[in-house]
Nanobody, 123 residues
């Protein structure tokens, strides 16, 4: 089964930065918008950010607007999530996946989940 591969997580102090990477098979990456979700312990997985196929349009959860930036490099089949001004409440496992985007944002995701990458923000 096709999967994406997330990397770049780690332990960082509040106010710090991390950049996550997500690599997918080219045949998937070149067809879909890409997005990031996160799941904190005891909570449901929640949408974080998404970027369209061209890389020109992005969508963000209100909780990360102004702090996180999503981008993609189609030549490398890799999506990125630059996370700045991190807060302890950003602590979660971060997942990447392909999705469909409508004018108002994410519509549904596909089934290419990877193993995720842990982000821990200490206070």
């Amino acid at each position: 089964q096709d999967q994406v591969l997330e990397s770049g997580g780690g332990l960082v102090q509040a106010g710090g930065s991390l950049r996550l990477s997500c690599t997918a098979p080219a045949r998937i990456f070149n067809m879909y918008a890409m997005g990031w979700w996160r799941q904190a312990p005891g909570k449901e997985r929640e949408f974080v950010a998404a970027v369209d196929l061209s890389g020109m349009s992005s969508h963000y959860a209100n909780s990360v607007k102004g702090r996180f930036t999503i981008s993609r490099d189609n030549a490398k089949s890799t999506a990125y999530l630059q996370m700045d001004s991190l807060k302890p409440e950003d602590t979660a496992v971060y997942y990447c996946n392909a999705l469909s985007l409508g004018p108002s944002g994410p519509q549904h995701h596909y089934n290419y989940w990877g193993q995720g990458t842990q982000v821990t923000v200490s206070s």
